[in-house]
Protein backbone atom coordinates (compact mmCIF):
# COMPACT_ATOMS: atom_id res chain seq x y z
CA UNK A 1 0.00 0.00 0.00
CA UNK A 2 1.08 3.72 -0.88
CA UNK A 3 2.80 6.00 1.60
CA UNK A 4 0.72 8.79 3.01
CA UNK A 5 2.09 12.23 4.17
CA UNK A 6 0.46 14.37 6.30
CA UNK A 7 1.10 17.53 8.42
CA UNK A 8 1.74 16.88 12.28
CA UNK A 9 -1.24 19.23 13.78
CA UNK A 10 -3.25 21.97 12.13
CA UNK A 11 -5.67 24.46 14.23
CA UNK A 12 -8.90 25.41 13.15
CA UNK A 13 -11.45 28.60 14.43
CA UNK A 14 -14.54 26.51 15.32
CA UNK A 15 -17.60 27.07 12.45
CA UNK A 16 -14.63 27.70 9.81
CA UNK A 17 -13.80 24.94 7.45
CA UNK A 18 -11.14 23.05 8.26
CA UNK A 19 -9.20 21.33 5.36
CA UNK A 20 -6.98 18.80 6.02
CA UNK A 21 -4.30 17.81 3.45
CA UNK A 22 -2.89 14.55 2.43
CA UNK A 23 0.03 13.87 0.09
CA UNK A 24 0.15 10.23 -1.21
CA UNK A 25 2.57 10.77 -4.67
CA UNK A 26 2.95 6.65 -4.71
CA UNK A 27 -0.86 5.98 -5.52
CA UNK A 28 -1.35 3.20 -7.55
CA UNK A 29 -4.49 2.85 -9.83
CA UNK A 30 -6.54 1.19 -8.08
CA UNK A 31 -5.98 2.24 -4.43
CA UNK A 32 -8.43 4.31 -2.57
CA UNK A 33 -7.73 7.12 -0.15
CA UNK A 34 -9.33 6.49 2.94
CA UNK A 35 -9.65 9.23 5.41
CA UNK A 36 -10.52 7.94 9.17
CA UNK A 37 -10.35 9.89 12.50
CA UNK A 38 -9.31 9.24 16.54
CA UNK A 39 -10.88 11.54 19.27
CA UNK A 40 -8.61 11.07 23.00
CA UNK A 41 -9.31 7.44 24.34
CA UNK A 42 -11.32 6.52 21.51
CA UNK A 43 -11.07 3.95 18.33
CA UNK A 44 -10.44 5.10 15.25
CA UNK A 45 -13.48 6.62 13.17
CA UNK A 46 -14.30 6.08 9.62
CA UNK A 47 -14.98 9.04 7.74
CA UNK A 48 -14.81 8.71 4.27
CA UNK A 49 -13.37 7.55 1.50
CA UNK A 50 -12.79 7.48 -3.07
CA UNK A 51 -11.11 6.65 -5.66
CA UNK A 52 -10.75 9.65 -8.11
CA UNK A 53 -14.01 11.10 -7.77
CA UNK A 54 -14.73 13.74 -4.80
CA UNK A 55 -17.20 12.60 -2.90
CA UNK A 56 -19.56 14.07 0.11
CA UNK A 57 -21.15 12.39 3.13
CA UNK A 58 -22.69 13.56 6.15
CA UNK A 59 -19.38 14.38 8.34
CA UNK A 60 -16.85 15.38 5.17
CA UNK A 61 -15.66 16.24 1.63
CA UNK A 62 -12.93 14.53 0.18
CA UNK A 63 -11.30 16.12 -2.66
CA UNK A 64 -8.88 13.83 -4.45
CA UNK A 65 -6.46 15.83 -7.39
CA UNK A 66 -7.10 14.65 -10.85
CA UNK A 67 -3.57 13.03 -10.80
CA UNK A 68 -4.46 11.60 -7.14
CA UNK A 69 -1.01 12.62 -5.60
CA UNK A 70 -2.68 14.52 -3.46
CA UNK A 71 -6.39 14.73 -1.79
CA UNK A 72 -7.92 17.28 1.08
CA UNK A 73 -10.66 16.08 3.24
CA UNK A 74 -12.91 18.90 4.51
CA UNK A 75 -15.06 19.60 7.62
CA UNK A 76 -17.37 22.14 6.46
CA UNK A 77 -18.63 23.78 9.43
CA UNK A 78 -15.81 22.50 12.57
CA UNK A 79 -16.79 22.08 16.26
CA UNK A 80 -14.92 21.45 19.38
CA UNK A 81 -15.92 17.79 18.93
CA UNK A 82 -14.13 17.17 15.82
CA UNK A 83 -10.38 18.03 17.21
CA UNK A 84 -8.87 14.78 17.09
CA UNK A 85 -6.11 12.89 14.92
CA UNK A 86 -7.13 12.30 11.39
CA UNK A 87 -5.70 9.39 9.32
CA UNK A 88 -5.32 9.26 5.66
CA UNK A 89 -4.86 5.76 4.28
CA UNK A 90 -4.32 4.27 0.42
CA UNK A 91 -5.33 0.54 -0.13
CA UNK A 92 -6.39 -1.44 -2.61
CA UNK A 93 -10.44 -1.88 -2.26
CA UNK A 94 -11.67 -5.09 -2.17
CA UNK A 95 -8.18 -6.56 -1.23
CA UNK A 96 -8.56 -9.59 1.30
CA UNK A 97 -5.61 -7.48 2.83
CA UNK A 98 -8.18 -4.63 3.40
CA UNK A 99 -7.40 -2.64 6.57
CA UNK A 100 -3.77 -4.09 7.11
CA UNK A 101 -2.21 -0.44 6.20
CA UNK A 102 -0.28 1.09 8.83
CA UNK A 103 -2.22 4.14 9.94
CA UNK A 104 0.76 6.65 10.46
CA UNK A 105 1.28 9.55 13.07
CA UNK A 106 -1.63 11.29 11.17
CA UNK A 107 -3.14 14.97 11.23
CA UNK A 108 -3.73 16.33 14.51
CA UNK A 109 -6.47 18.52 14.35
CA UNK A 110 -7.77 21.03 17.23
CA UNK A 111 -10.64 23.35 16.52
CA UNK A 112 -10.61 26.25 18.95
CA UNK A 113 -13.18 28.01 20.27
CA UNK B 1 -26.77 -1.79 17.71
CA UNK B 2 -23.66 -3.12 19.39
CA UNK B 3 -20.55 -2.06 18.09
CA UNK B 4 -17.16 -3.67 18.49
CA UNK B 5 -16.33 -4.36 22.13
CA UNK B 6 -13.11 -5.41 24.09
CA UNK B 7 -12.04 -6.91 27.49
CA UNK B 8 -10.67 -5.65 29.35
CA UNK B 9 -10.46 -1.98 28.73
CA UNK B 10 -7.41 -1.59 30.98
CA UNK B 11 -4.90 -4.42 31.77
CA UNK B 12 -2.13 -3.85 34.26
CA UNK B 13 0.61 -6.86 34.48
CA UNK B 14 3.76 -7.52 35.52
CA UNK B 15 6.76 -8.11 33.06
CA UNK B 16 7.06 -12.01 32.43
CA UNK B 17 3.35 -12.94 32.54
CA UNK B 18 1.27 -13.48 29.61
CA UNK B 19 -2.13 -11.46 28.79
CA UNK B 20 -4.78 -12.44 27.00
CA UNK B 21 -6.59 -9.60 24.97
CA UNK B 22 -10.91 -10.03 23.76
CA UNK B 23 -12.55 -9.21 20.93
CA UNK B 24 -16.06 -9.12 20.40
CA UNK B 25 -16.48 -8.08 16.56
CA UNK B 26 -20.43 -6.75 15.36
CA UNK B 27 -22.42 -9.87 14.60
CA UNK B 28 -22.22 -11.07 10.96
CA UNK B 29 -19.05 -9.00 10.48
CA UNK B 30 -16.48 -11.58 8.58
CA UNK B 31 -13.13 -9.50 8.64
CA UNK B 32 -11.33 -8.49 11.92
CA UNK B 33 -8.26 -6.72 12.66
CA UNK B 34 -6.09 -6.18 15.77
CA UNK B 35 -3.75 -3.06 15.51
CA UNK B 36 -1.28 -2.26 18.32
CA UNK B 37 -1.29 1.95 19.22
CA UNK B 38 2.10 2.77 21.35
CA UNK B 39 1.44 6.20 23.12
CA UNK B 40 1.51 9.44 20.57
CA UNK B 41 1.44 6.71 17.38
CA UNK B 42 -0.05 5.76 14.81
CA UNK B 43 -1.55 2.01 14.48
CA UNK B 44 0.07 -0.61 13.70
CA UNK B 45 -1.25 -3.66 12.47
CA UNK B 46 -0.73 -7.03 14.01
CA UNK B 47 -3.11 -9.80 12.54
CA UNK B 48 -5.99 -9.87 9.98
CA UNK B 49 -8.61 -13.04 9.76
CA UNK B 50 -11.25 -13.00 6.90
CA UNK B 51 -13.67 -15.74 7.41
CA UNK B 52 -12.47 -19.26 6.96
CA UNK B 53 -9.29 -18.14 5.71
CA UNK B 54 -5.77 -18.82 7.03
CA UNK B 55 -5.17 -15.32 9.57
CA UNK B 56 -2.60 -12.92 7.67
CA UNK B 57 0.07 -12.65 10.34
CA UNK B 58 2.51 -10.97 9.00
CA UNK B 59 1.99 -7.74 11.65
CA UNK B 60 2.90 -9.85 14.56
CA UNK B 61 5.72 -8.63 16.12
CA UNK B 62 7.54 -11.34 17.49
CA UNK B 63 6.49 -15.35 18.16
CA UNK B 64 5.47 -14.34 21.76
CA UNK B 65 2.29 -12.77 20.17
CA UNK B 66 -0.61 -14.80 18.61
CA UNK B 67 -3.58 -14.72 18.06
CA UNK B 68 -7.18 -16.97 17.22
CA UNK B 69 -10.94 -16.07 16.21
CA UNK B 70 -13.08 -18.86 17.47
CA UNK B 71 -16.13 -20.03 15.50
CA UNK B 72 -15.95 -16.70 12.73
CA UNK B 73 -16.56 -14.67 16.06
CA UNK B 74 -14.81 -14.18 18.86
CA UNK B 75 -11.39 -13.01 18.74
CA UNK B 76 -8.33 -13.40 21.55
CA UNK B 77 -5.03 -11.91 21.39
CA UNK B 78 -2.37 -13.68 23.49
CA UNK B 79 1.08 -12.48 24.33
CA UNK B 80 3.05 -14.52 26.38
CA UNK B 81 5.90 -13.39 28.74
CA UNK B 82 5.30 -9.99 28.33
CA UNK B 83 7.88 -7.40 28.10
CA UNK B 84 7.81 -3.45 29.12
CA UNK B 85 8.06 -2.34 25.50
CA UNK B 86 4.34 -4.36 24.76
CA UNK B 87 2.62 -1.58 26.78
CA UNK B 88 0.13 0.15 24.40
CA UNK B 89 -3.35 0.35 23.56
CA UNK B 90 -4.55 -3.16 21.26
CA UNK B 91 -7.25 -1.99 19.40
CA UNK B 92 -9.73 -4.24 17.37
CA UNK B 93 -11.57 -3.63 14.00
CA UNK B 94 -14.38 -5.51 12.31
CA UNK B 95 -15.32 -5.43 8.44
CA UNK B 96 -18.56 -6.73 6.97
CA UNK B 97 -17.68 -8.53 4.01
CA UNK B 98 -17.82 -6.68 0.65
CA UNK B 99 -18.06 -3.07 3.01
CA UNK B 100 -14.91 -0.41 3.05
CA UNK B 101 -14.82 0.35 6.54
CA UNK B 102 -13.91 -0.95 9.56
CA UNK B 103 -15.36 -0.43 12.82
CA UNK B 104 -13.27 -0.34 15.76
CA UNK B 105 -13.63 -0.92 19.66
CA UNK B 106 -12.52 0.88 22.16
CA UNK B 107 -9.42 -1.10 22.34
CA UNK B 108 -7.58 -2.29 25.49
CA UNK B 109 -4.83 -0.39 27.41
CA UNK B 110 -2.09 -2.51 28.49
CA UNK B 111 0.54 -1.41 30.94
CA UNK B 112 3.86 -3.85 31.57
CA UNK B 113 5.97 -3.21 34.97
Known amino acids: DAKTTQPTSMDCAEGRAANLPCNHSTISGNEYVYWYRQIHSQGPQYIIH???NNETNEMASLIITEDRKSSTLILPHATLRDTAVYYC??????????????FGDGTTLTVKP | GAGVSQSPSNKVTEKGKDVELRCDPI?????LYWYRQSLGQGLEFLIY????????KSGLPSDRFSAERTGGSVSTLTIQRTQQEDSAVYLCASRPSGAPEQFFGPGTRLTVL
Open chain 1, 89 to 102: IVRVEGNTNAGKST
Open chain 2, 27 to 31: SGHTA
Open chain 1, 50 to 52: GLK
Open chain 2, 49 to 56: FQGNSAPD
